[in-house]
């Protein structure tokens, strides 16, 4: 299992981490790629449904929290700047507030590119201590 901390800028330590009283993280382990973001969210992705995986960048009026935006996607963003963007086959069910179906879910990981190596070496069955 490899855990990757949602990088906290100074308006997600005001705004969000109060309403959610822990640090968001995602994690990769056991064929999923999971996000908590407190009660505000959560996502289970399977690997087997990502088809790409990839940085993206979130410009600072999209906000930040659990962000909706075209195309399906469902932002877990607790800061602008590089995140990680995993595009996927079919229409997911994920959690915010409500219910929604996303097909591409961006994570504002702290290590956006050891987060995505993470999530390339689960996708090719290699574990974090063999690759």
Do not use: K, N
Not at 42 to 54: K, M, T
Request: proline share 7%; aromatic share 10%.
């Amino acid at each position: 299992m490899s855990r990757h901390a949602l990088r906290l800028g100074a308006p997600a330590r005001a705004l969000i981490l109060p309403l959610i009283w822990t640090r968001p993280y995602a994690e990769v382990d056991d064929g999923f790629v999971r996000v908590r973001f407190g009660w505000l969210g959560r996502a289970d992705v399977p690997l087997g449904q990502i088809v790409e995986a990839r940085a993206f960048p979130w410009p600072w009026w999209g906000g930040i929290g659990v962000r909706l935006g075209s195309e399906g996607l469902v932002g877990y963003v607790t800061r602008s700047g590089t995140c990680a963007l995993l595009e996927l086959e079919e229409p997911l069910r994920v959690r915010m507030p409500v219910g929604w179906s996303a097909r591409r879910i961006l994570i504002s990981a702290e290590d956006v590119e050891g987060f995505l190596a993470d999530v390339a070496a689960a996708r090719l069955g290699i574990g974090p201590e063999e690759g």
